[in-house]
């Protein structure tokens, strides 16, 4: 069975610093792994995912995430906030078999003028 | 590429009553998805379709739910005998078929239901 863990459900940064979000994945095999965000009142909009090809993924707005599977990890970050990324950030996992996504409860981001 | 769009955004009706919820995936998407999501939570699976076929359905849907998909377009989800703890946000999201869950589920703008 997959599920991640998301450590963190509120974060706050200034706009201009460091974003790290944390995600820490739970798979028997190697997983498929996404970062979505979310509006308030809108569904989920792709940043970006890991499918077992680059270690590092590039998503869109700047964002970027590395597995790693000796941490089970999927972090993500930004290397400089902007006050548009204030919103909710949900790591998924998905396996190579199952069609199910699950996902984390979510890491709610403020960005501090 | 129009995107998923869900029918209608809110929905308030009184406990008791049946409602419906339309979602239209993107058209060339053969999977379909429902979630439901809570305040502070991740969305949660509810059932999946792959065309018309109803391949998958999580515990958490009580009978008194129910999924179609009856042409392999759009889907419909419907709630019968609605109960306060049925108030959520109810999510849709299509994808391409794919080697197992690699492909990106996109998502629409969710119908959210209000139990009085």
């Known amino acids: 069975a997959q599920s991640v863990t998301q450590l963190g459900s509120h974060v706050s940064v200034s706009e201009g610093a460091l974003v790290l979000l944390r995600c820490n994945y739970s798979s028997s095999v190697p997983p498929y792994l996404f970062w979505y965000v979310q509006y308030p009142n809108k569904g989920l909009q792709l940043l970006l995912k890991?499918?077992?090809?680059?270690?590092l993924v590039k998503g869109i707005n700047g964002f970027e995430a590395e597995f790693k599977k000796s941490e089970t990890s999927f972090h993500l970050t930004k290397p400089s906030a902007h006050m548009s990324d204030a919103a909710e950030y949900f790591c998924a996992v998905s396996g190579r078999i199952s069609n199910q996504f699950y996902f984390g409860t979510g890491t709610s981001l403020t960005v501090i003028p | 590429d129009t995107g998923v769009s869900q029918d209608p955004r809110h929905k308030i009706t009184k406990r008791g009553q049946n409602v419906t919820f339309r979602c239209d995936p993107i058209s060339e998407h053969n999977r379909l998805y429902w979630y439901r999501q809570t305040l502070g939570q991740g969305p949660e699976f509810l059932t999946y379709f792959q065309n018309e076929a109803q391949l998958e359905k999580s515990r958490l849907l009580s009978d008194r739910f129910s999924a179609e998909r009856p042409k392999g377009s759009f889907s419909t989800l419907e709630i019968q005998r609605t109960e306060q703890g049925d108030s959520a946000m109810y999510l849709c999201?299509?994808?391409?078929?794919?080697?197992?869950?690699?492909?990106?589920?996109?998502f629409g703008d969710g119908t959210r239901l209000s139990i009085l």
């Open positions: 999201a299509s994808s391409s078929i794919g080697t197992g869950g690699h492909q990106p589920q996109h």
């Open positions: 890991y499918t077992s090809a680059a270690t």
